[in-house]
């Protein structure tokens, strides 16, 4: 079975700094998607940031980037020129790119909580 | 009303009590899920539903009833629960099995659920 593994519970950043997300994940699938998802305090999930294990290349999304290591089985989350509202839970998620009764479900990590220092 | 929404947003009842979450799709998606979020526990899949049909049930108590009229509604019904199923419960949904998609899922705002 796959599993995601956030080993940070917590983690701190000065505003304007650039701060790293680890996430590992263990799997035999050799295609699957994988995604950051940020969870402000006001609760709502909103996906910051994915991507397909068969692409070489690392996704961006302005600020946010992910340095993704197939080899490793791993797939951080990079925040540069961090803000106030960035400030949140932040989880990591696996989906296997397989068809099956339980091909559209995610498997999250236990979550990062980022704090973002003024 | 766009995305994923969800009603009530915050619920108080009784062990005895009887009551309902909504949460309502509007990206044309034909999965829907609902999880359940716990202080410092990690994200709990309670149910998944493909195209109306109920395609996982993760070991859930039978007190949590869920219910898929078509693919754009989802509800959880709740019957004599317990102080300790107080928790966010969160609805997702997301364009399952389509060739070439990442299937990622768009969440609700979720319903802060408290048992007394």
């Known amino acids: 079975a796959q599993t995601v593994t956030q080993s940070q519970p917590e983690m701190s950043v000065q505003e304007a700094e650039t701060v790293t997300l680890s996430c590992t994940y263990d799997?035999?699938?050799?295609?699957?998607?994988l995604f950051w998802y940020k969870q402000p305090p006001s609760r709502q999930m909103i996906l910051v940031i994915r991507?397909?294990?068969?692409?070489?290349q690392n996704a961006t999304e302005n600020r946010f980037s992910v340095n993704f290591q197939k080899a490793a089985k791993s797939f951080s989350l990079k925040i540069s020129d961090s803000q106030l509202g960035d400030a949140a839970m932040y989880f990591c998620?696996?989906?296997?790119?397989?068809?099956?009764?339980?091909?559209?479900?995610?498997?999250f990590g236990k979550g990062t909580k980022l704090s973002v220092k003024p | 009303e766009t995305g994923v929404t969800q009603t009530p947003r915050h619920l108080v009842m009784g062990m005895t009590n009887k009551k309902s979450l909504k949460c309502e799709q509007h990206l044309g998606h034909n999965a829907m899920y609902w999880y359940k979020q716990s202080a410092k526990k990690p994200l709990e899949l309670m149910f998944v539903?493909?195209?109306?049909?109920?395609?996982e049930n993760n070991s859930v108590p039978s007190r949590f009833s869920p219910e898929c009229p078509n693919s754009s509604h989802l509800f959880l019904h709740l019957h004599t629960l317990q102080p300790e199923d107080s928790a966010l419960y969160l609805c997702?949904?997301?364009?399952?099995?389509?060739?070439?998609?990442?299937?990622?899922?768009?969440f609700g705002p979720g319903t802060r659920l408290t048992v007394l």
């Open positions: 991507q397909e294990a068969y692409k070489q």
């Open positions: 539903y493909n195209f109306k049909e109920q395609t």
């Open positions: 799997t035999s699938e050799s295609d699957y998607y």
């Open positions: 997702a949904s997301s364009q399952a099995r389509a060739a070439g998609s990442y299937g990622e899922q768009f």
């Open positions: 998620a696996y989906r296997t790119a397989g068809y099956g009764g339980s091909q559209g479900n995610l498997i």
